[in-house]
């Protein structure tokens, strides 16, 4: 059965920084596109990242509100994928999942999934 898990998250004070981790099981994560996904409290799950494929050429994207602060990227080994985040606001709370991500030529912002692995809640607060 295919399982994508985050984790990482945390209390964090405005201005702090997180990493969160994505680990997959039943799943070869490095052959496809991952993207990262939060949710807020009252919203709707949205984009925040994404990176492409071997094929893709590990081509990265980022939502608007992310660029210049969050940073993903795969460990050496194509096992983990990661979200460094950095400068957080409060804006940023909520909680994140990853998923495969859609990949036509790079990688979308757009989930191939209607199953939701386990997220990491990330609140950022003074």
């Known amino acids: 059965q295919v399982q994508l898990v985050a984790s990482g998250g945390g209390l964090v004070q405005p201005g702090g920084s997180l990493r969160l981790s994505c680990a997959a099981s039943?799943?070869?994560?490095?052959?496809?596109?991952i993207g990262w996904f939060r949710q807020a409290p009252g919203k709707e799950r949205e984009g925040v990242s994404c990176i492409s494929s071997p094929d893709g050429n590990h081509v990265t994207d980022y939502a608007d509100s992310v660029k210049g602060r969050f940073t993903i990227s795969r460990d050496s080994a194509k096992t983990m994928v990661y979200l460094q985040m950095n400068s957080l606001k409060p804006e940023d709370t909520g909680v994140y999942y990853c998923a495969v991500a859609l990949e036509q030529g790079t990688c979308h912002m757009i989930p191939v999934t209607s199953a939701w692995g386990q997220g990491t809640q990330v609140n950022v607060s003074s």
């Open positions: 039943g799943f070869t994560l490095g052959a496809h596109s």
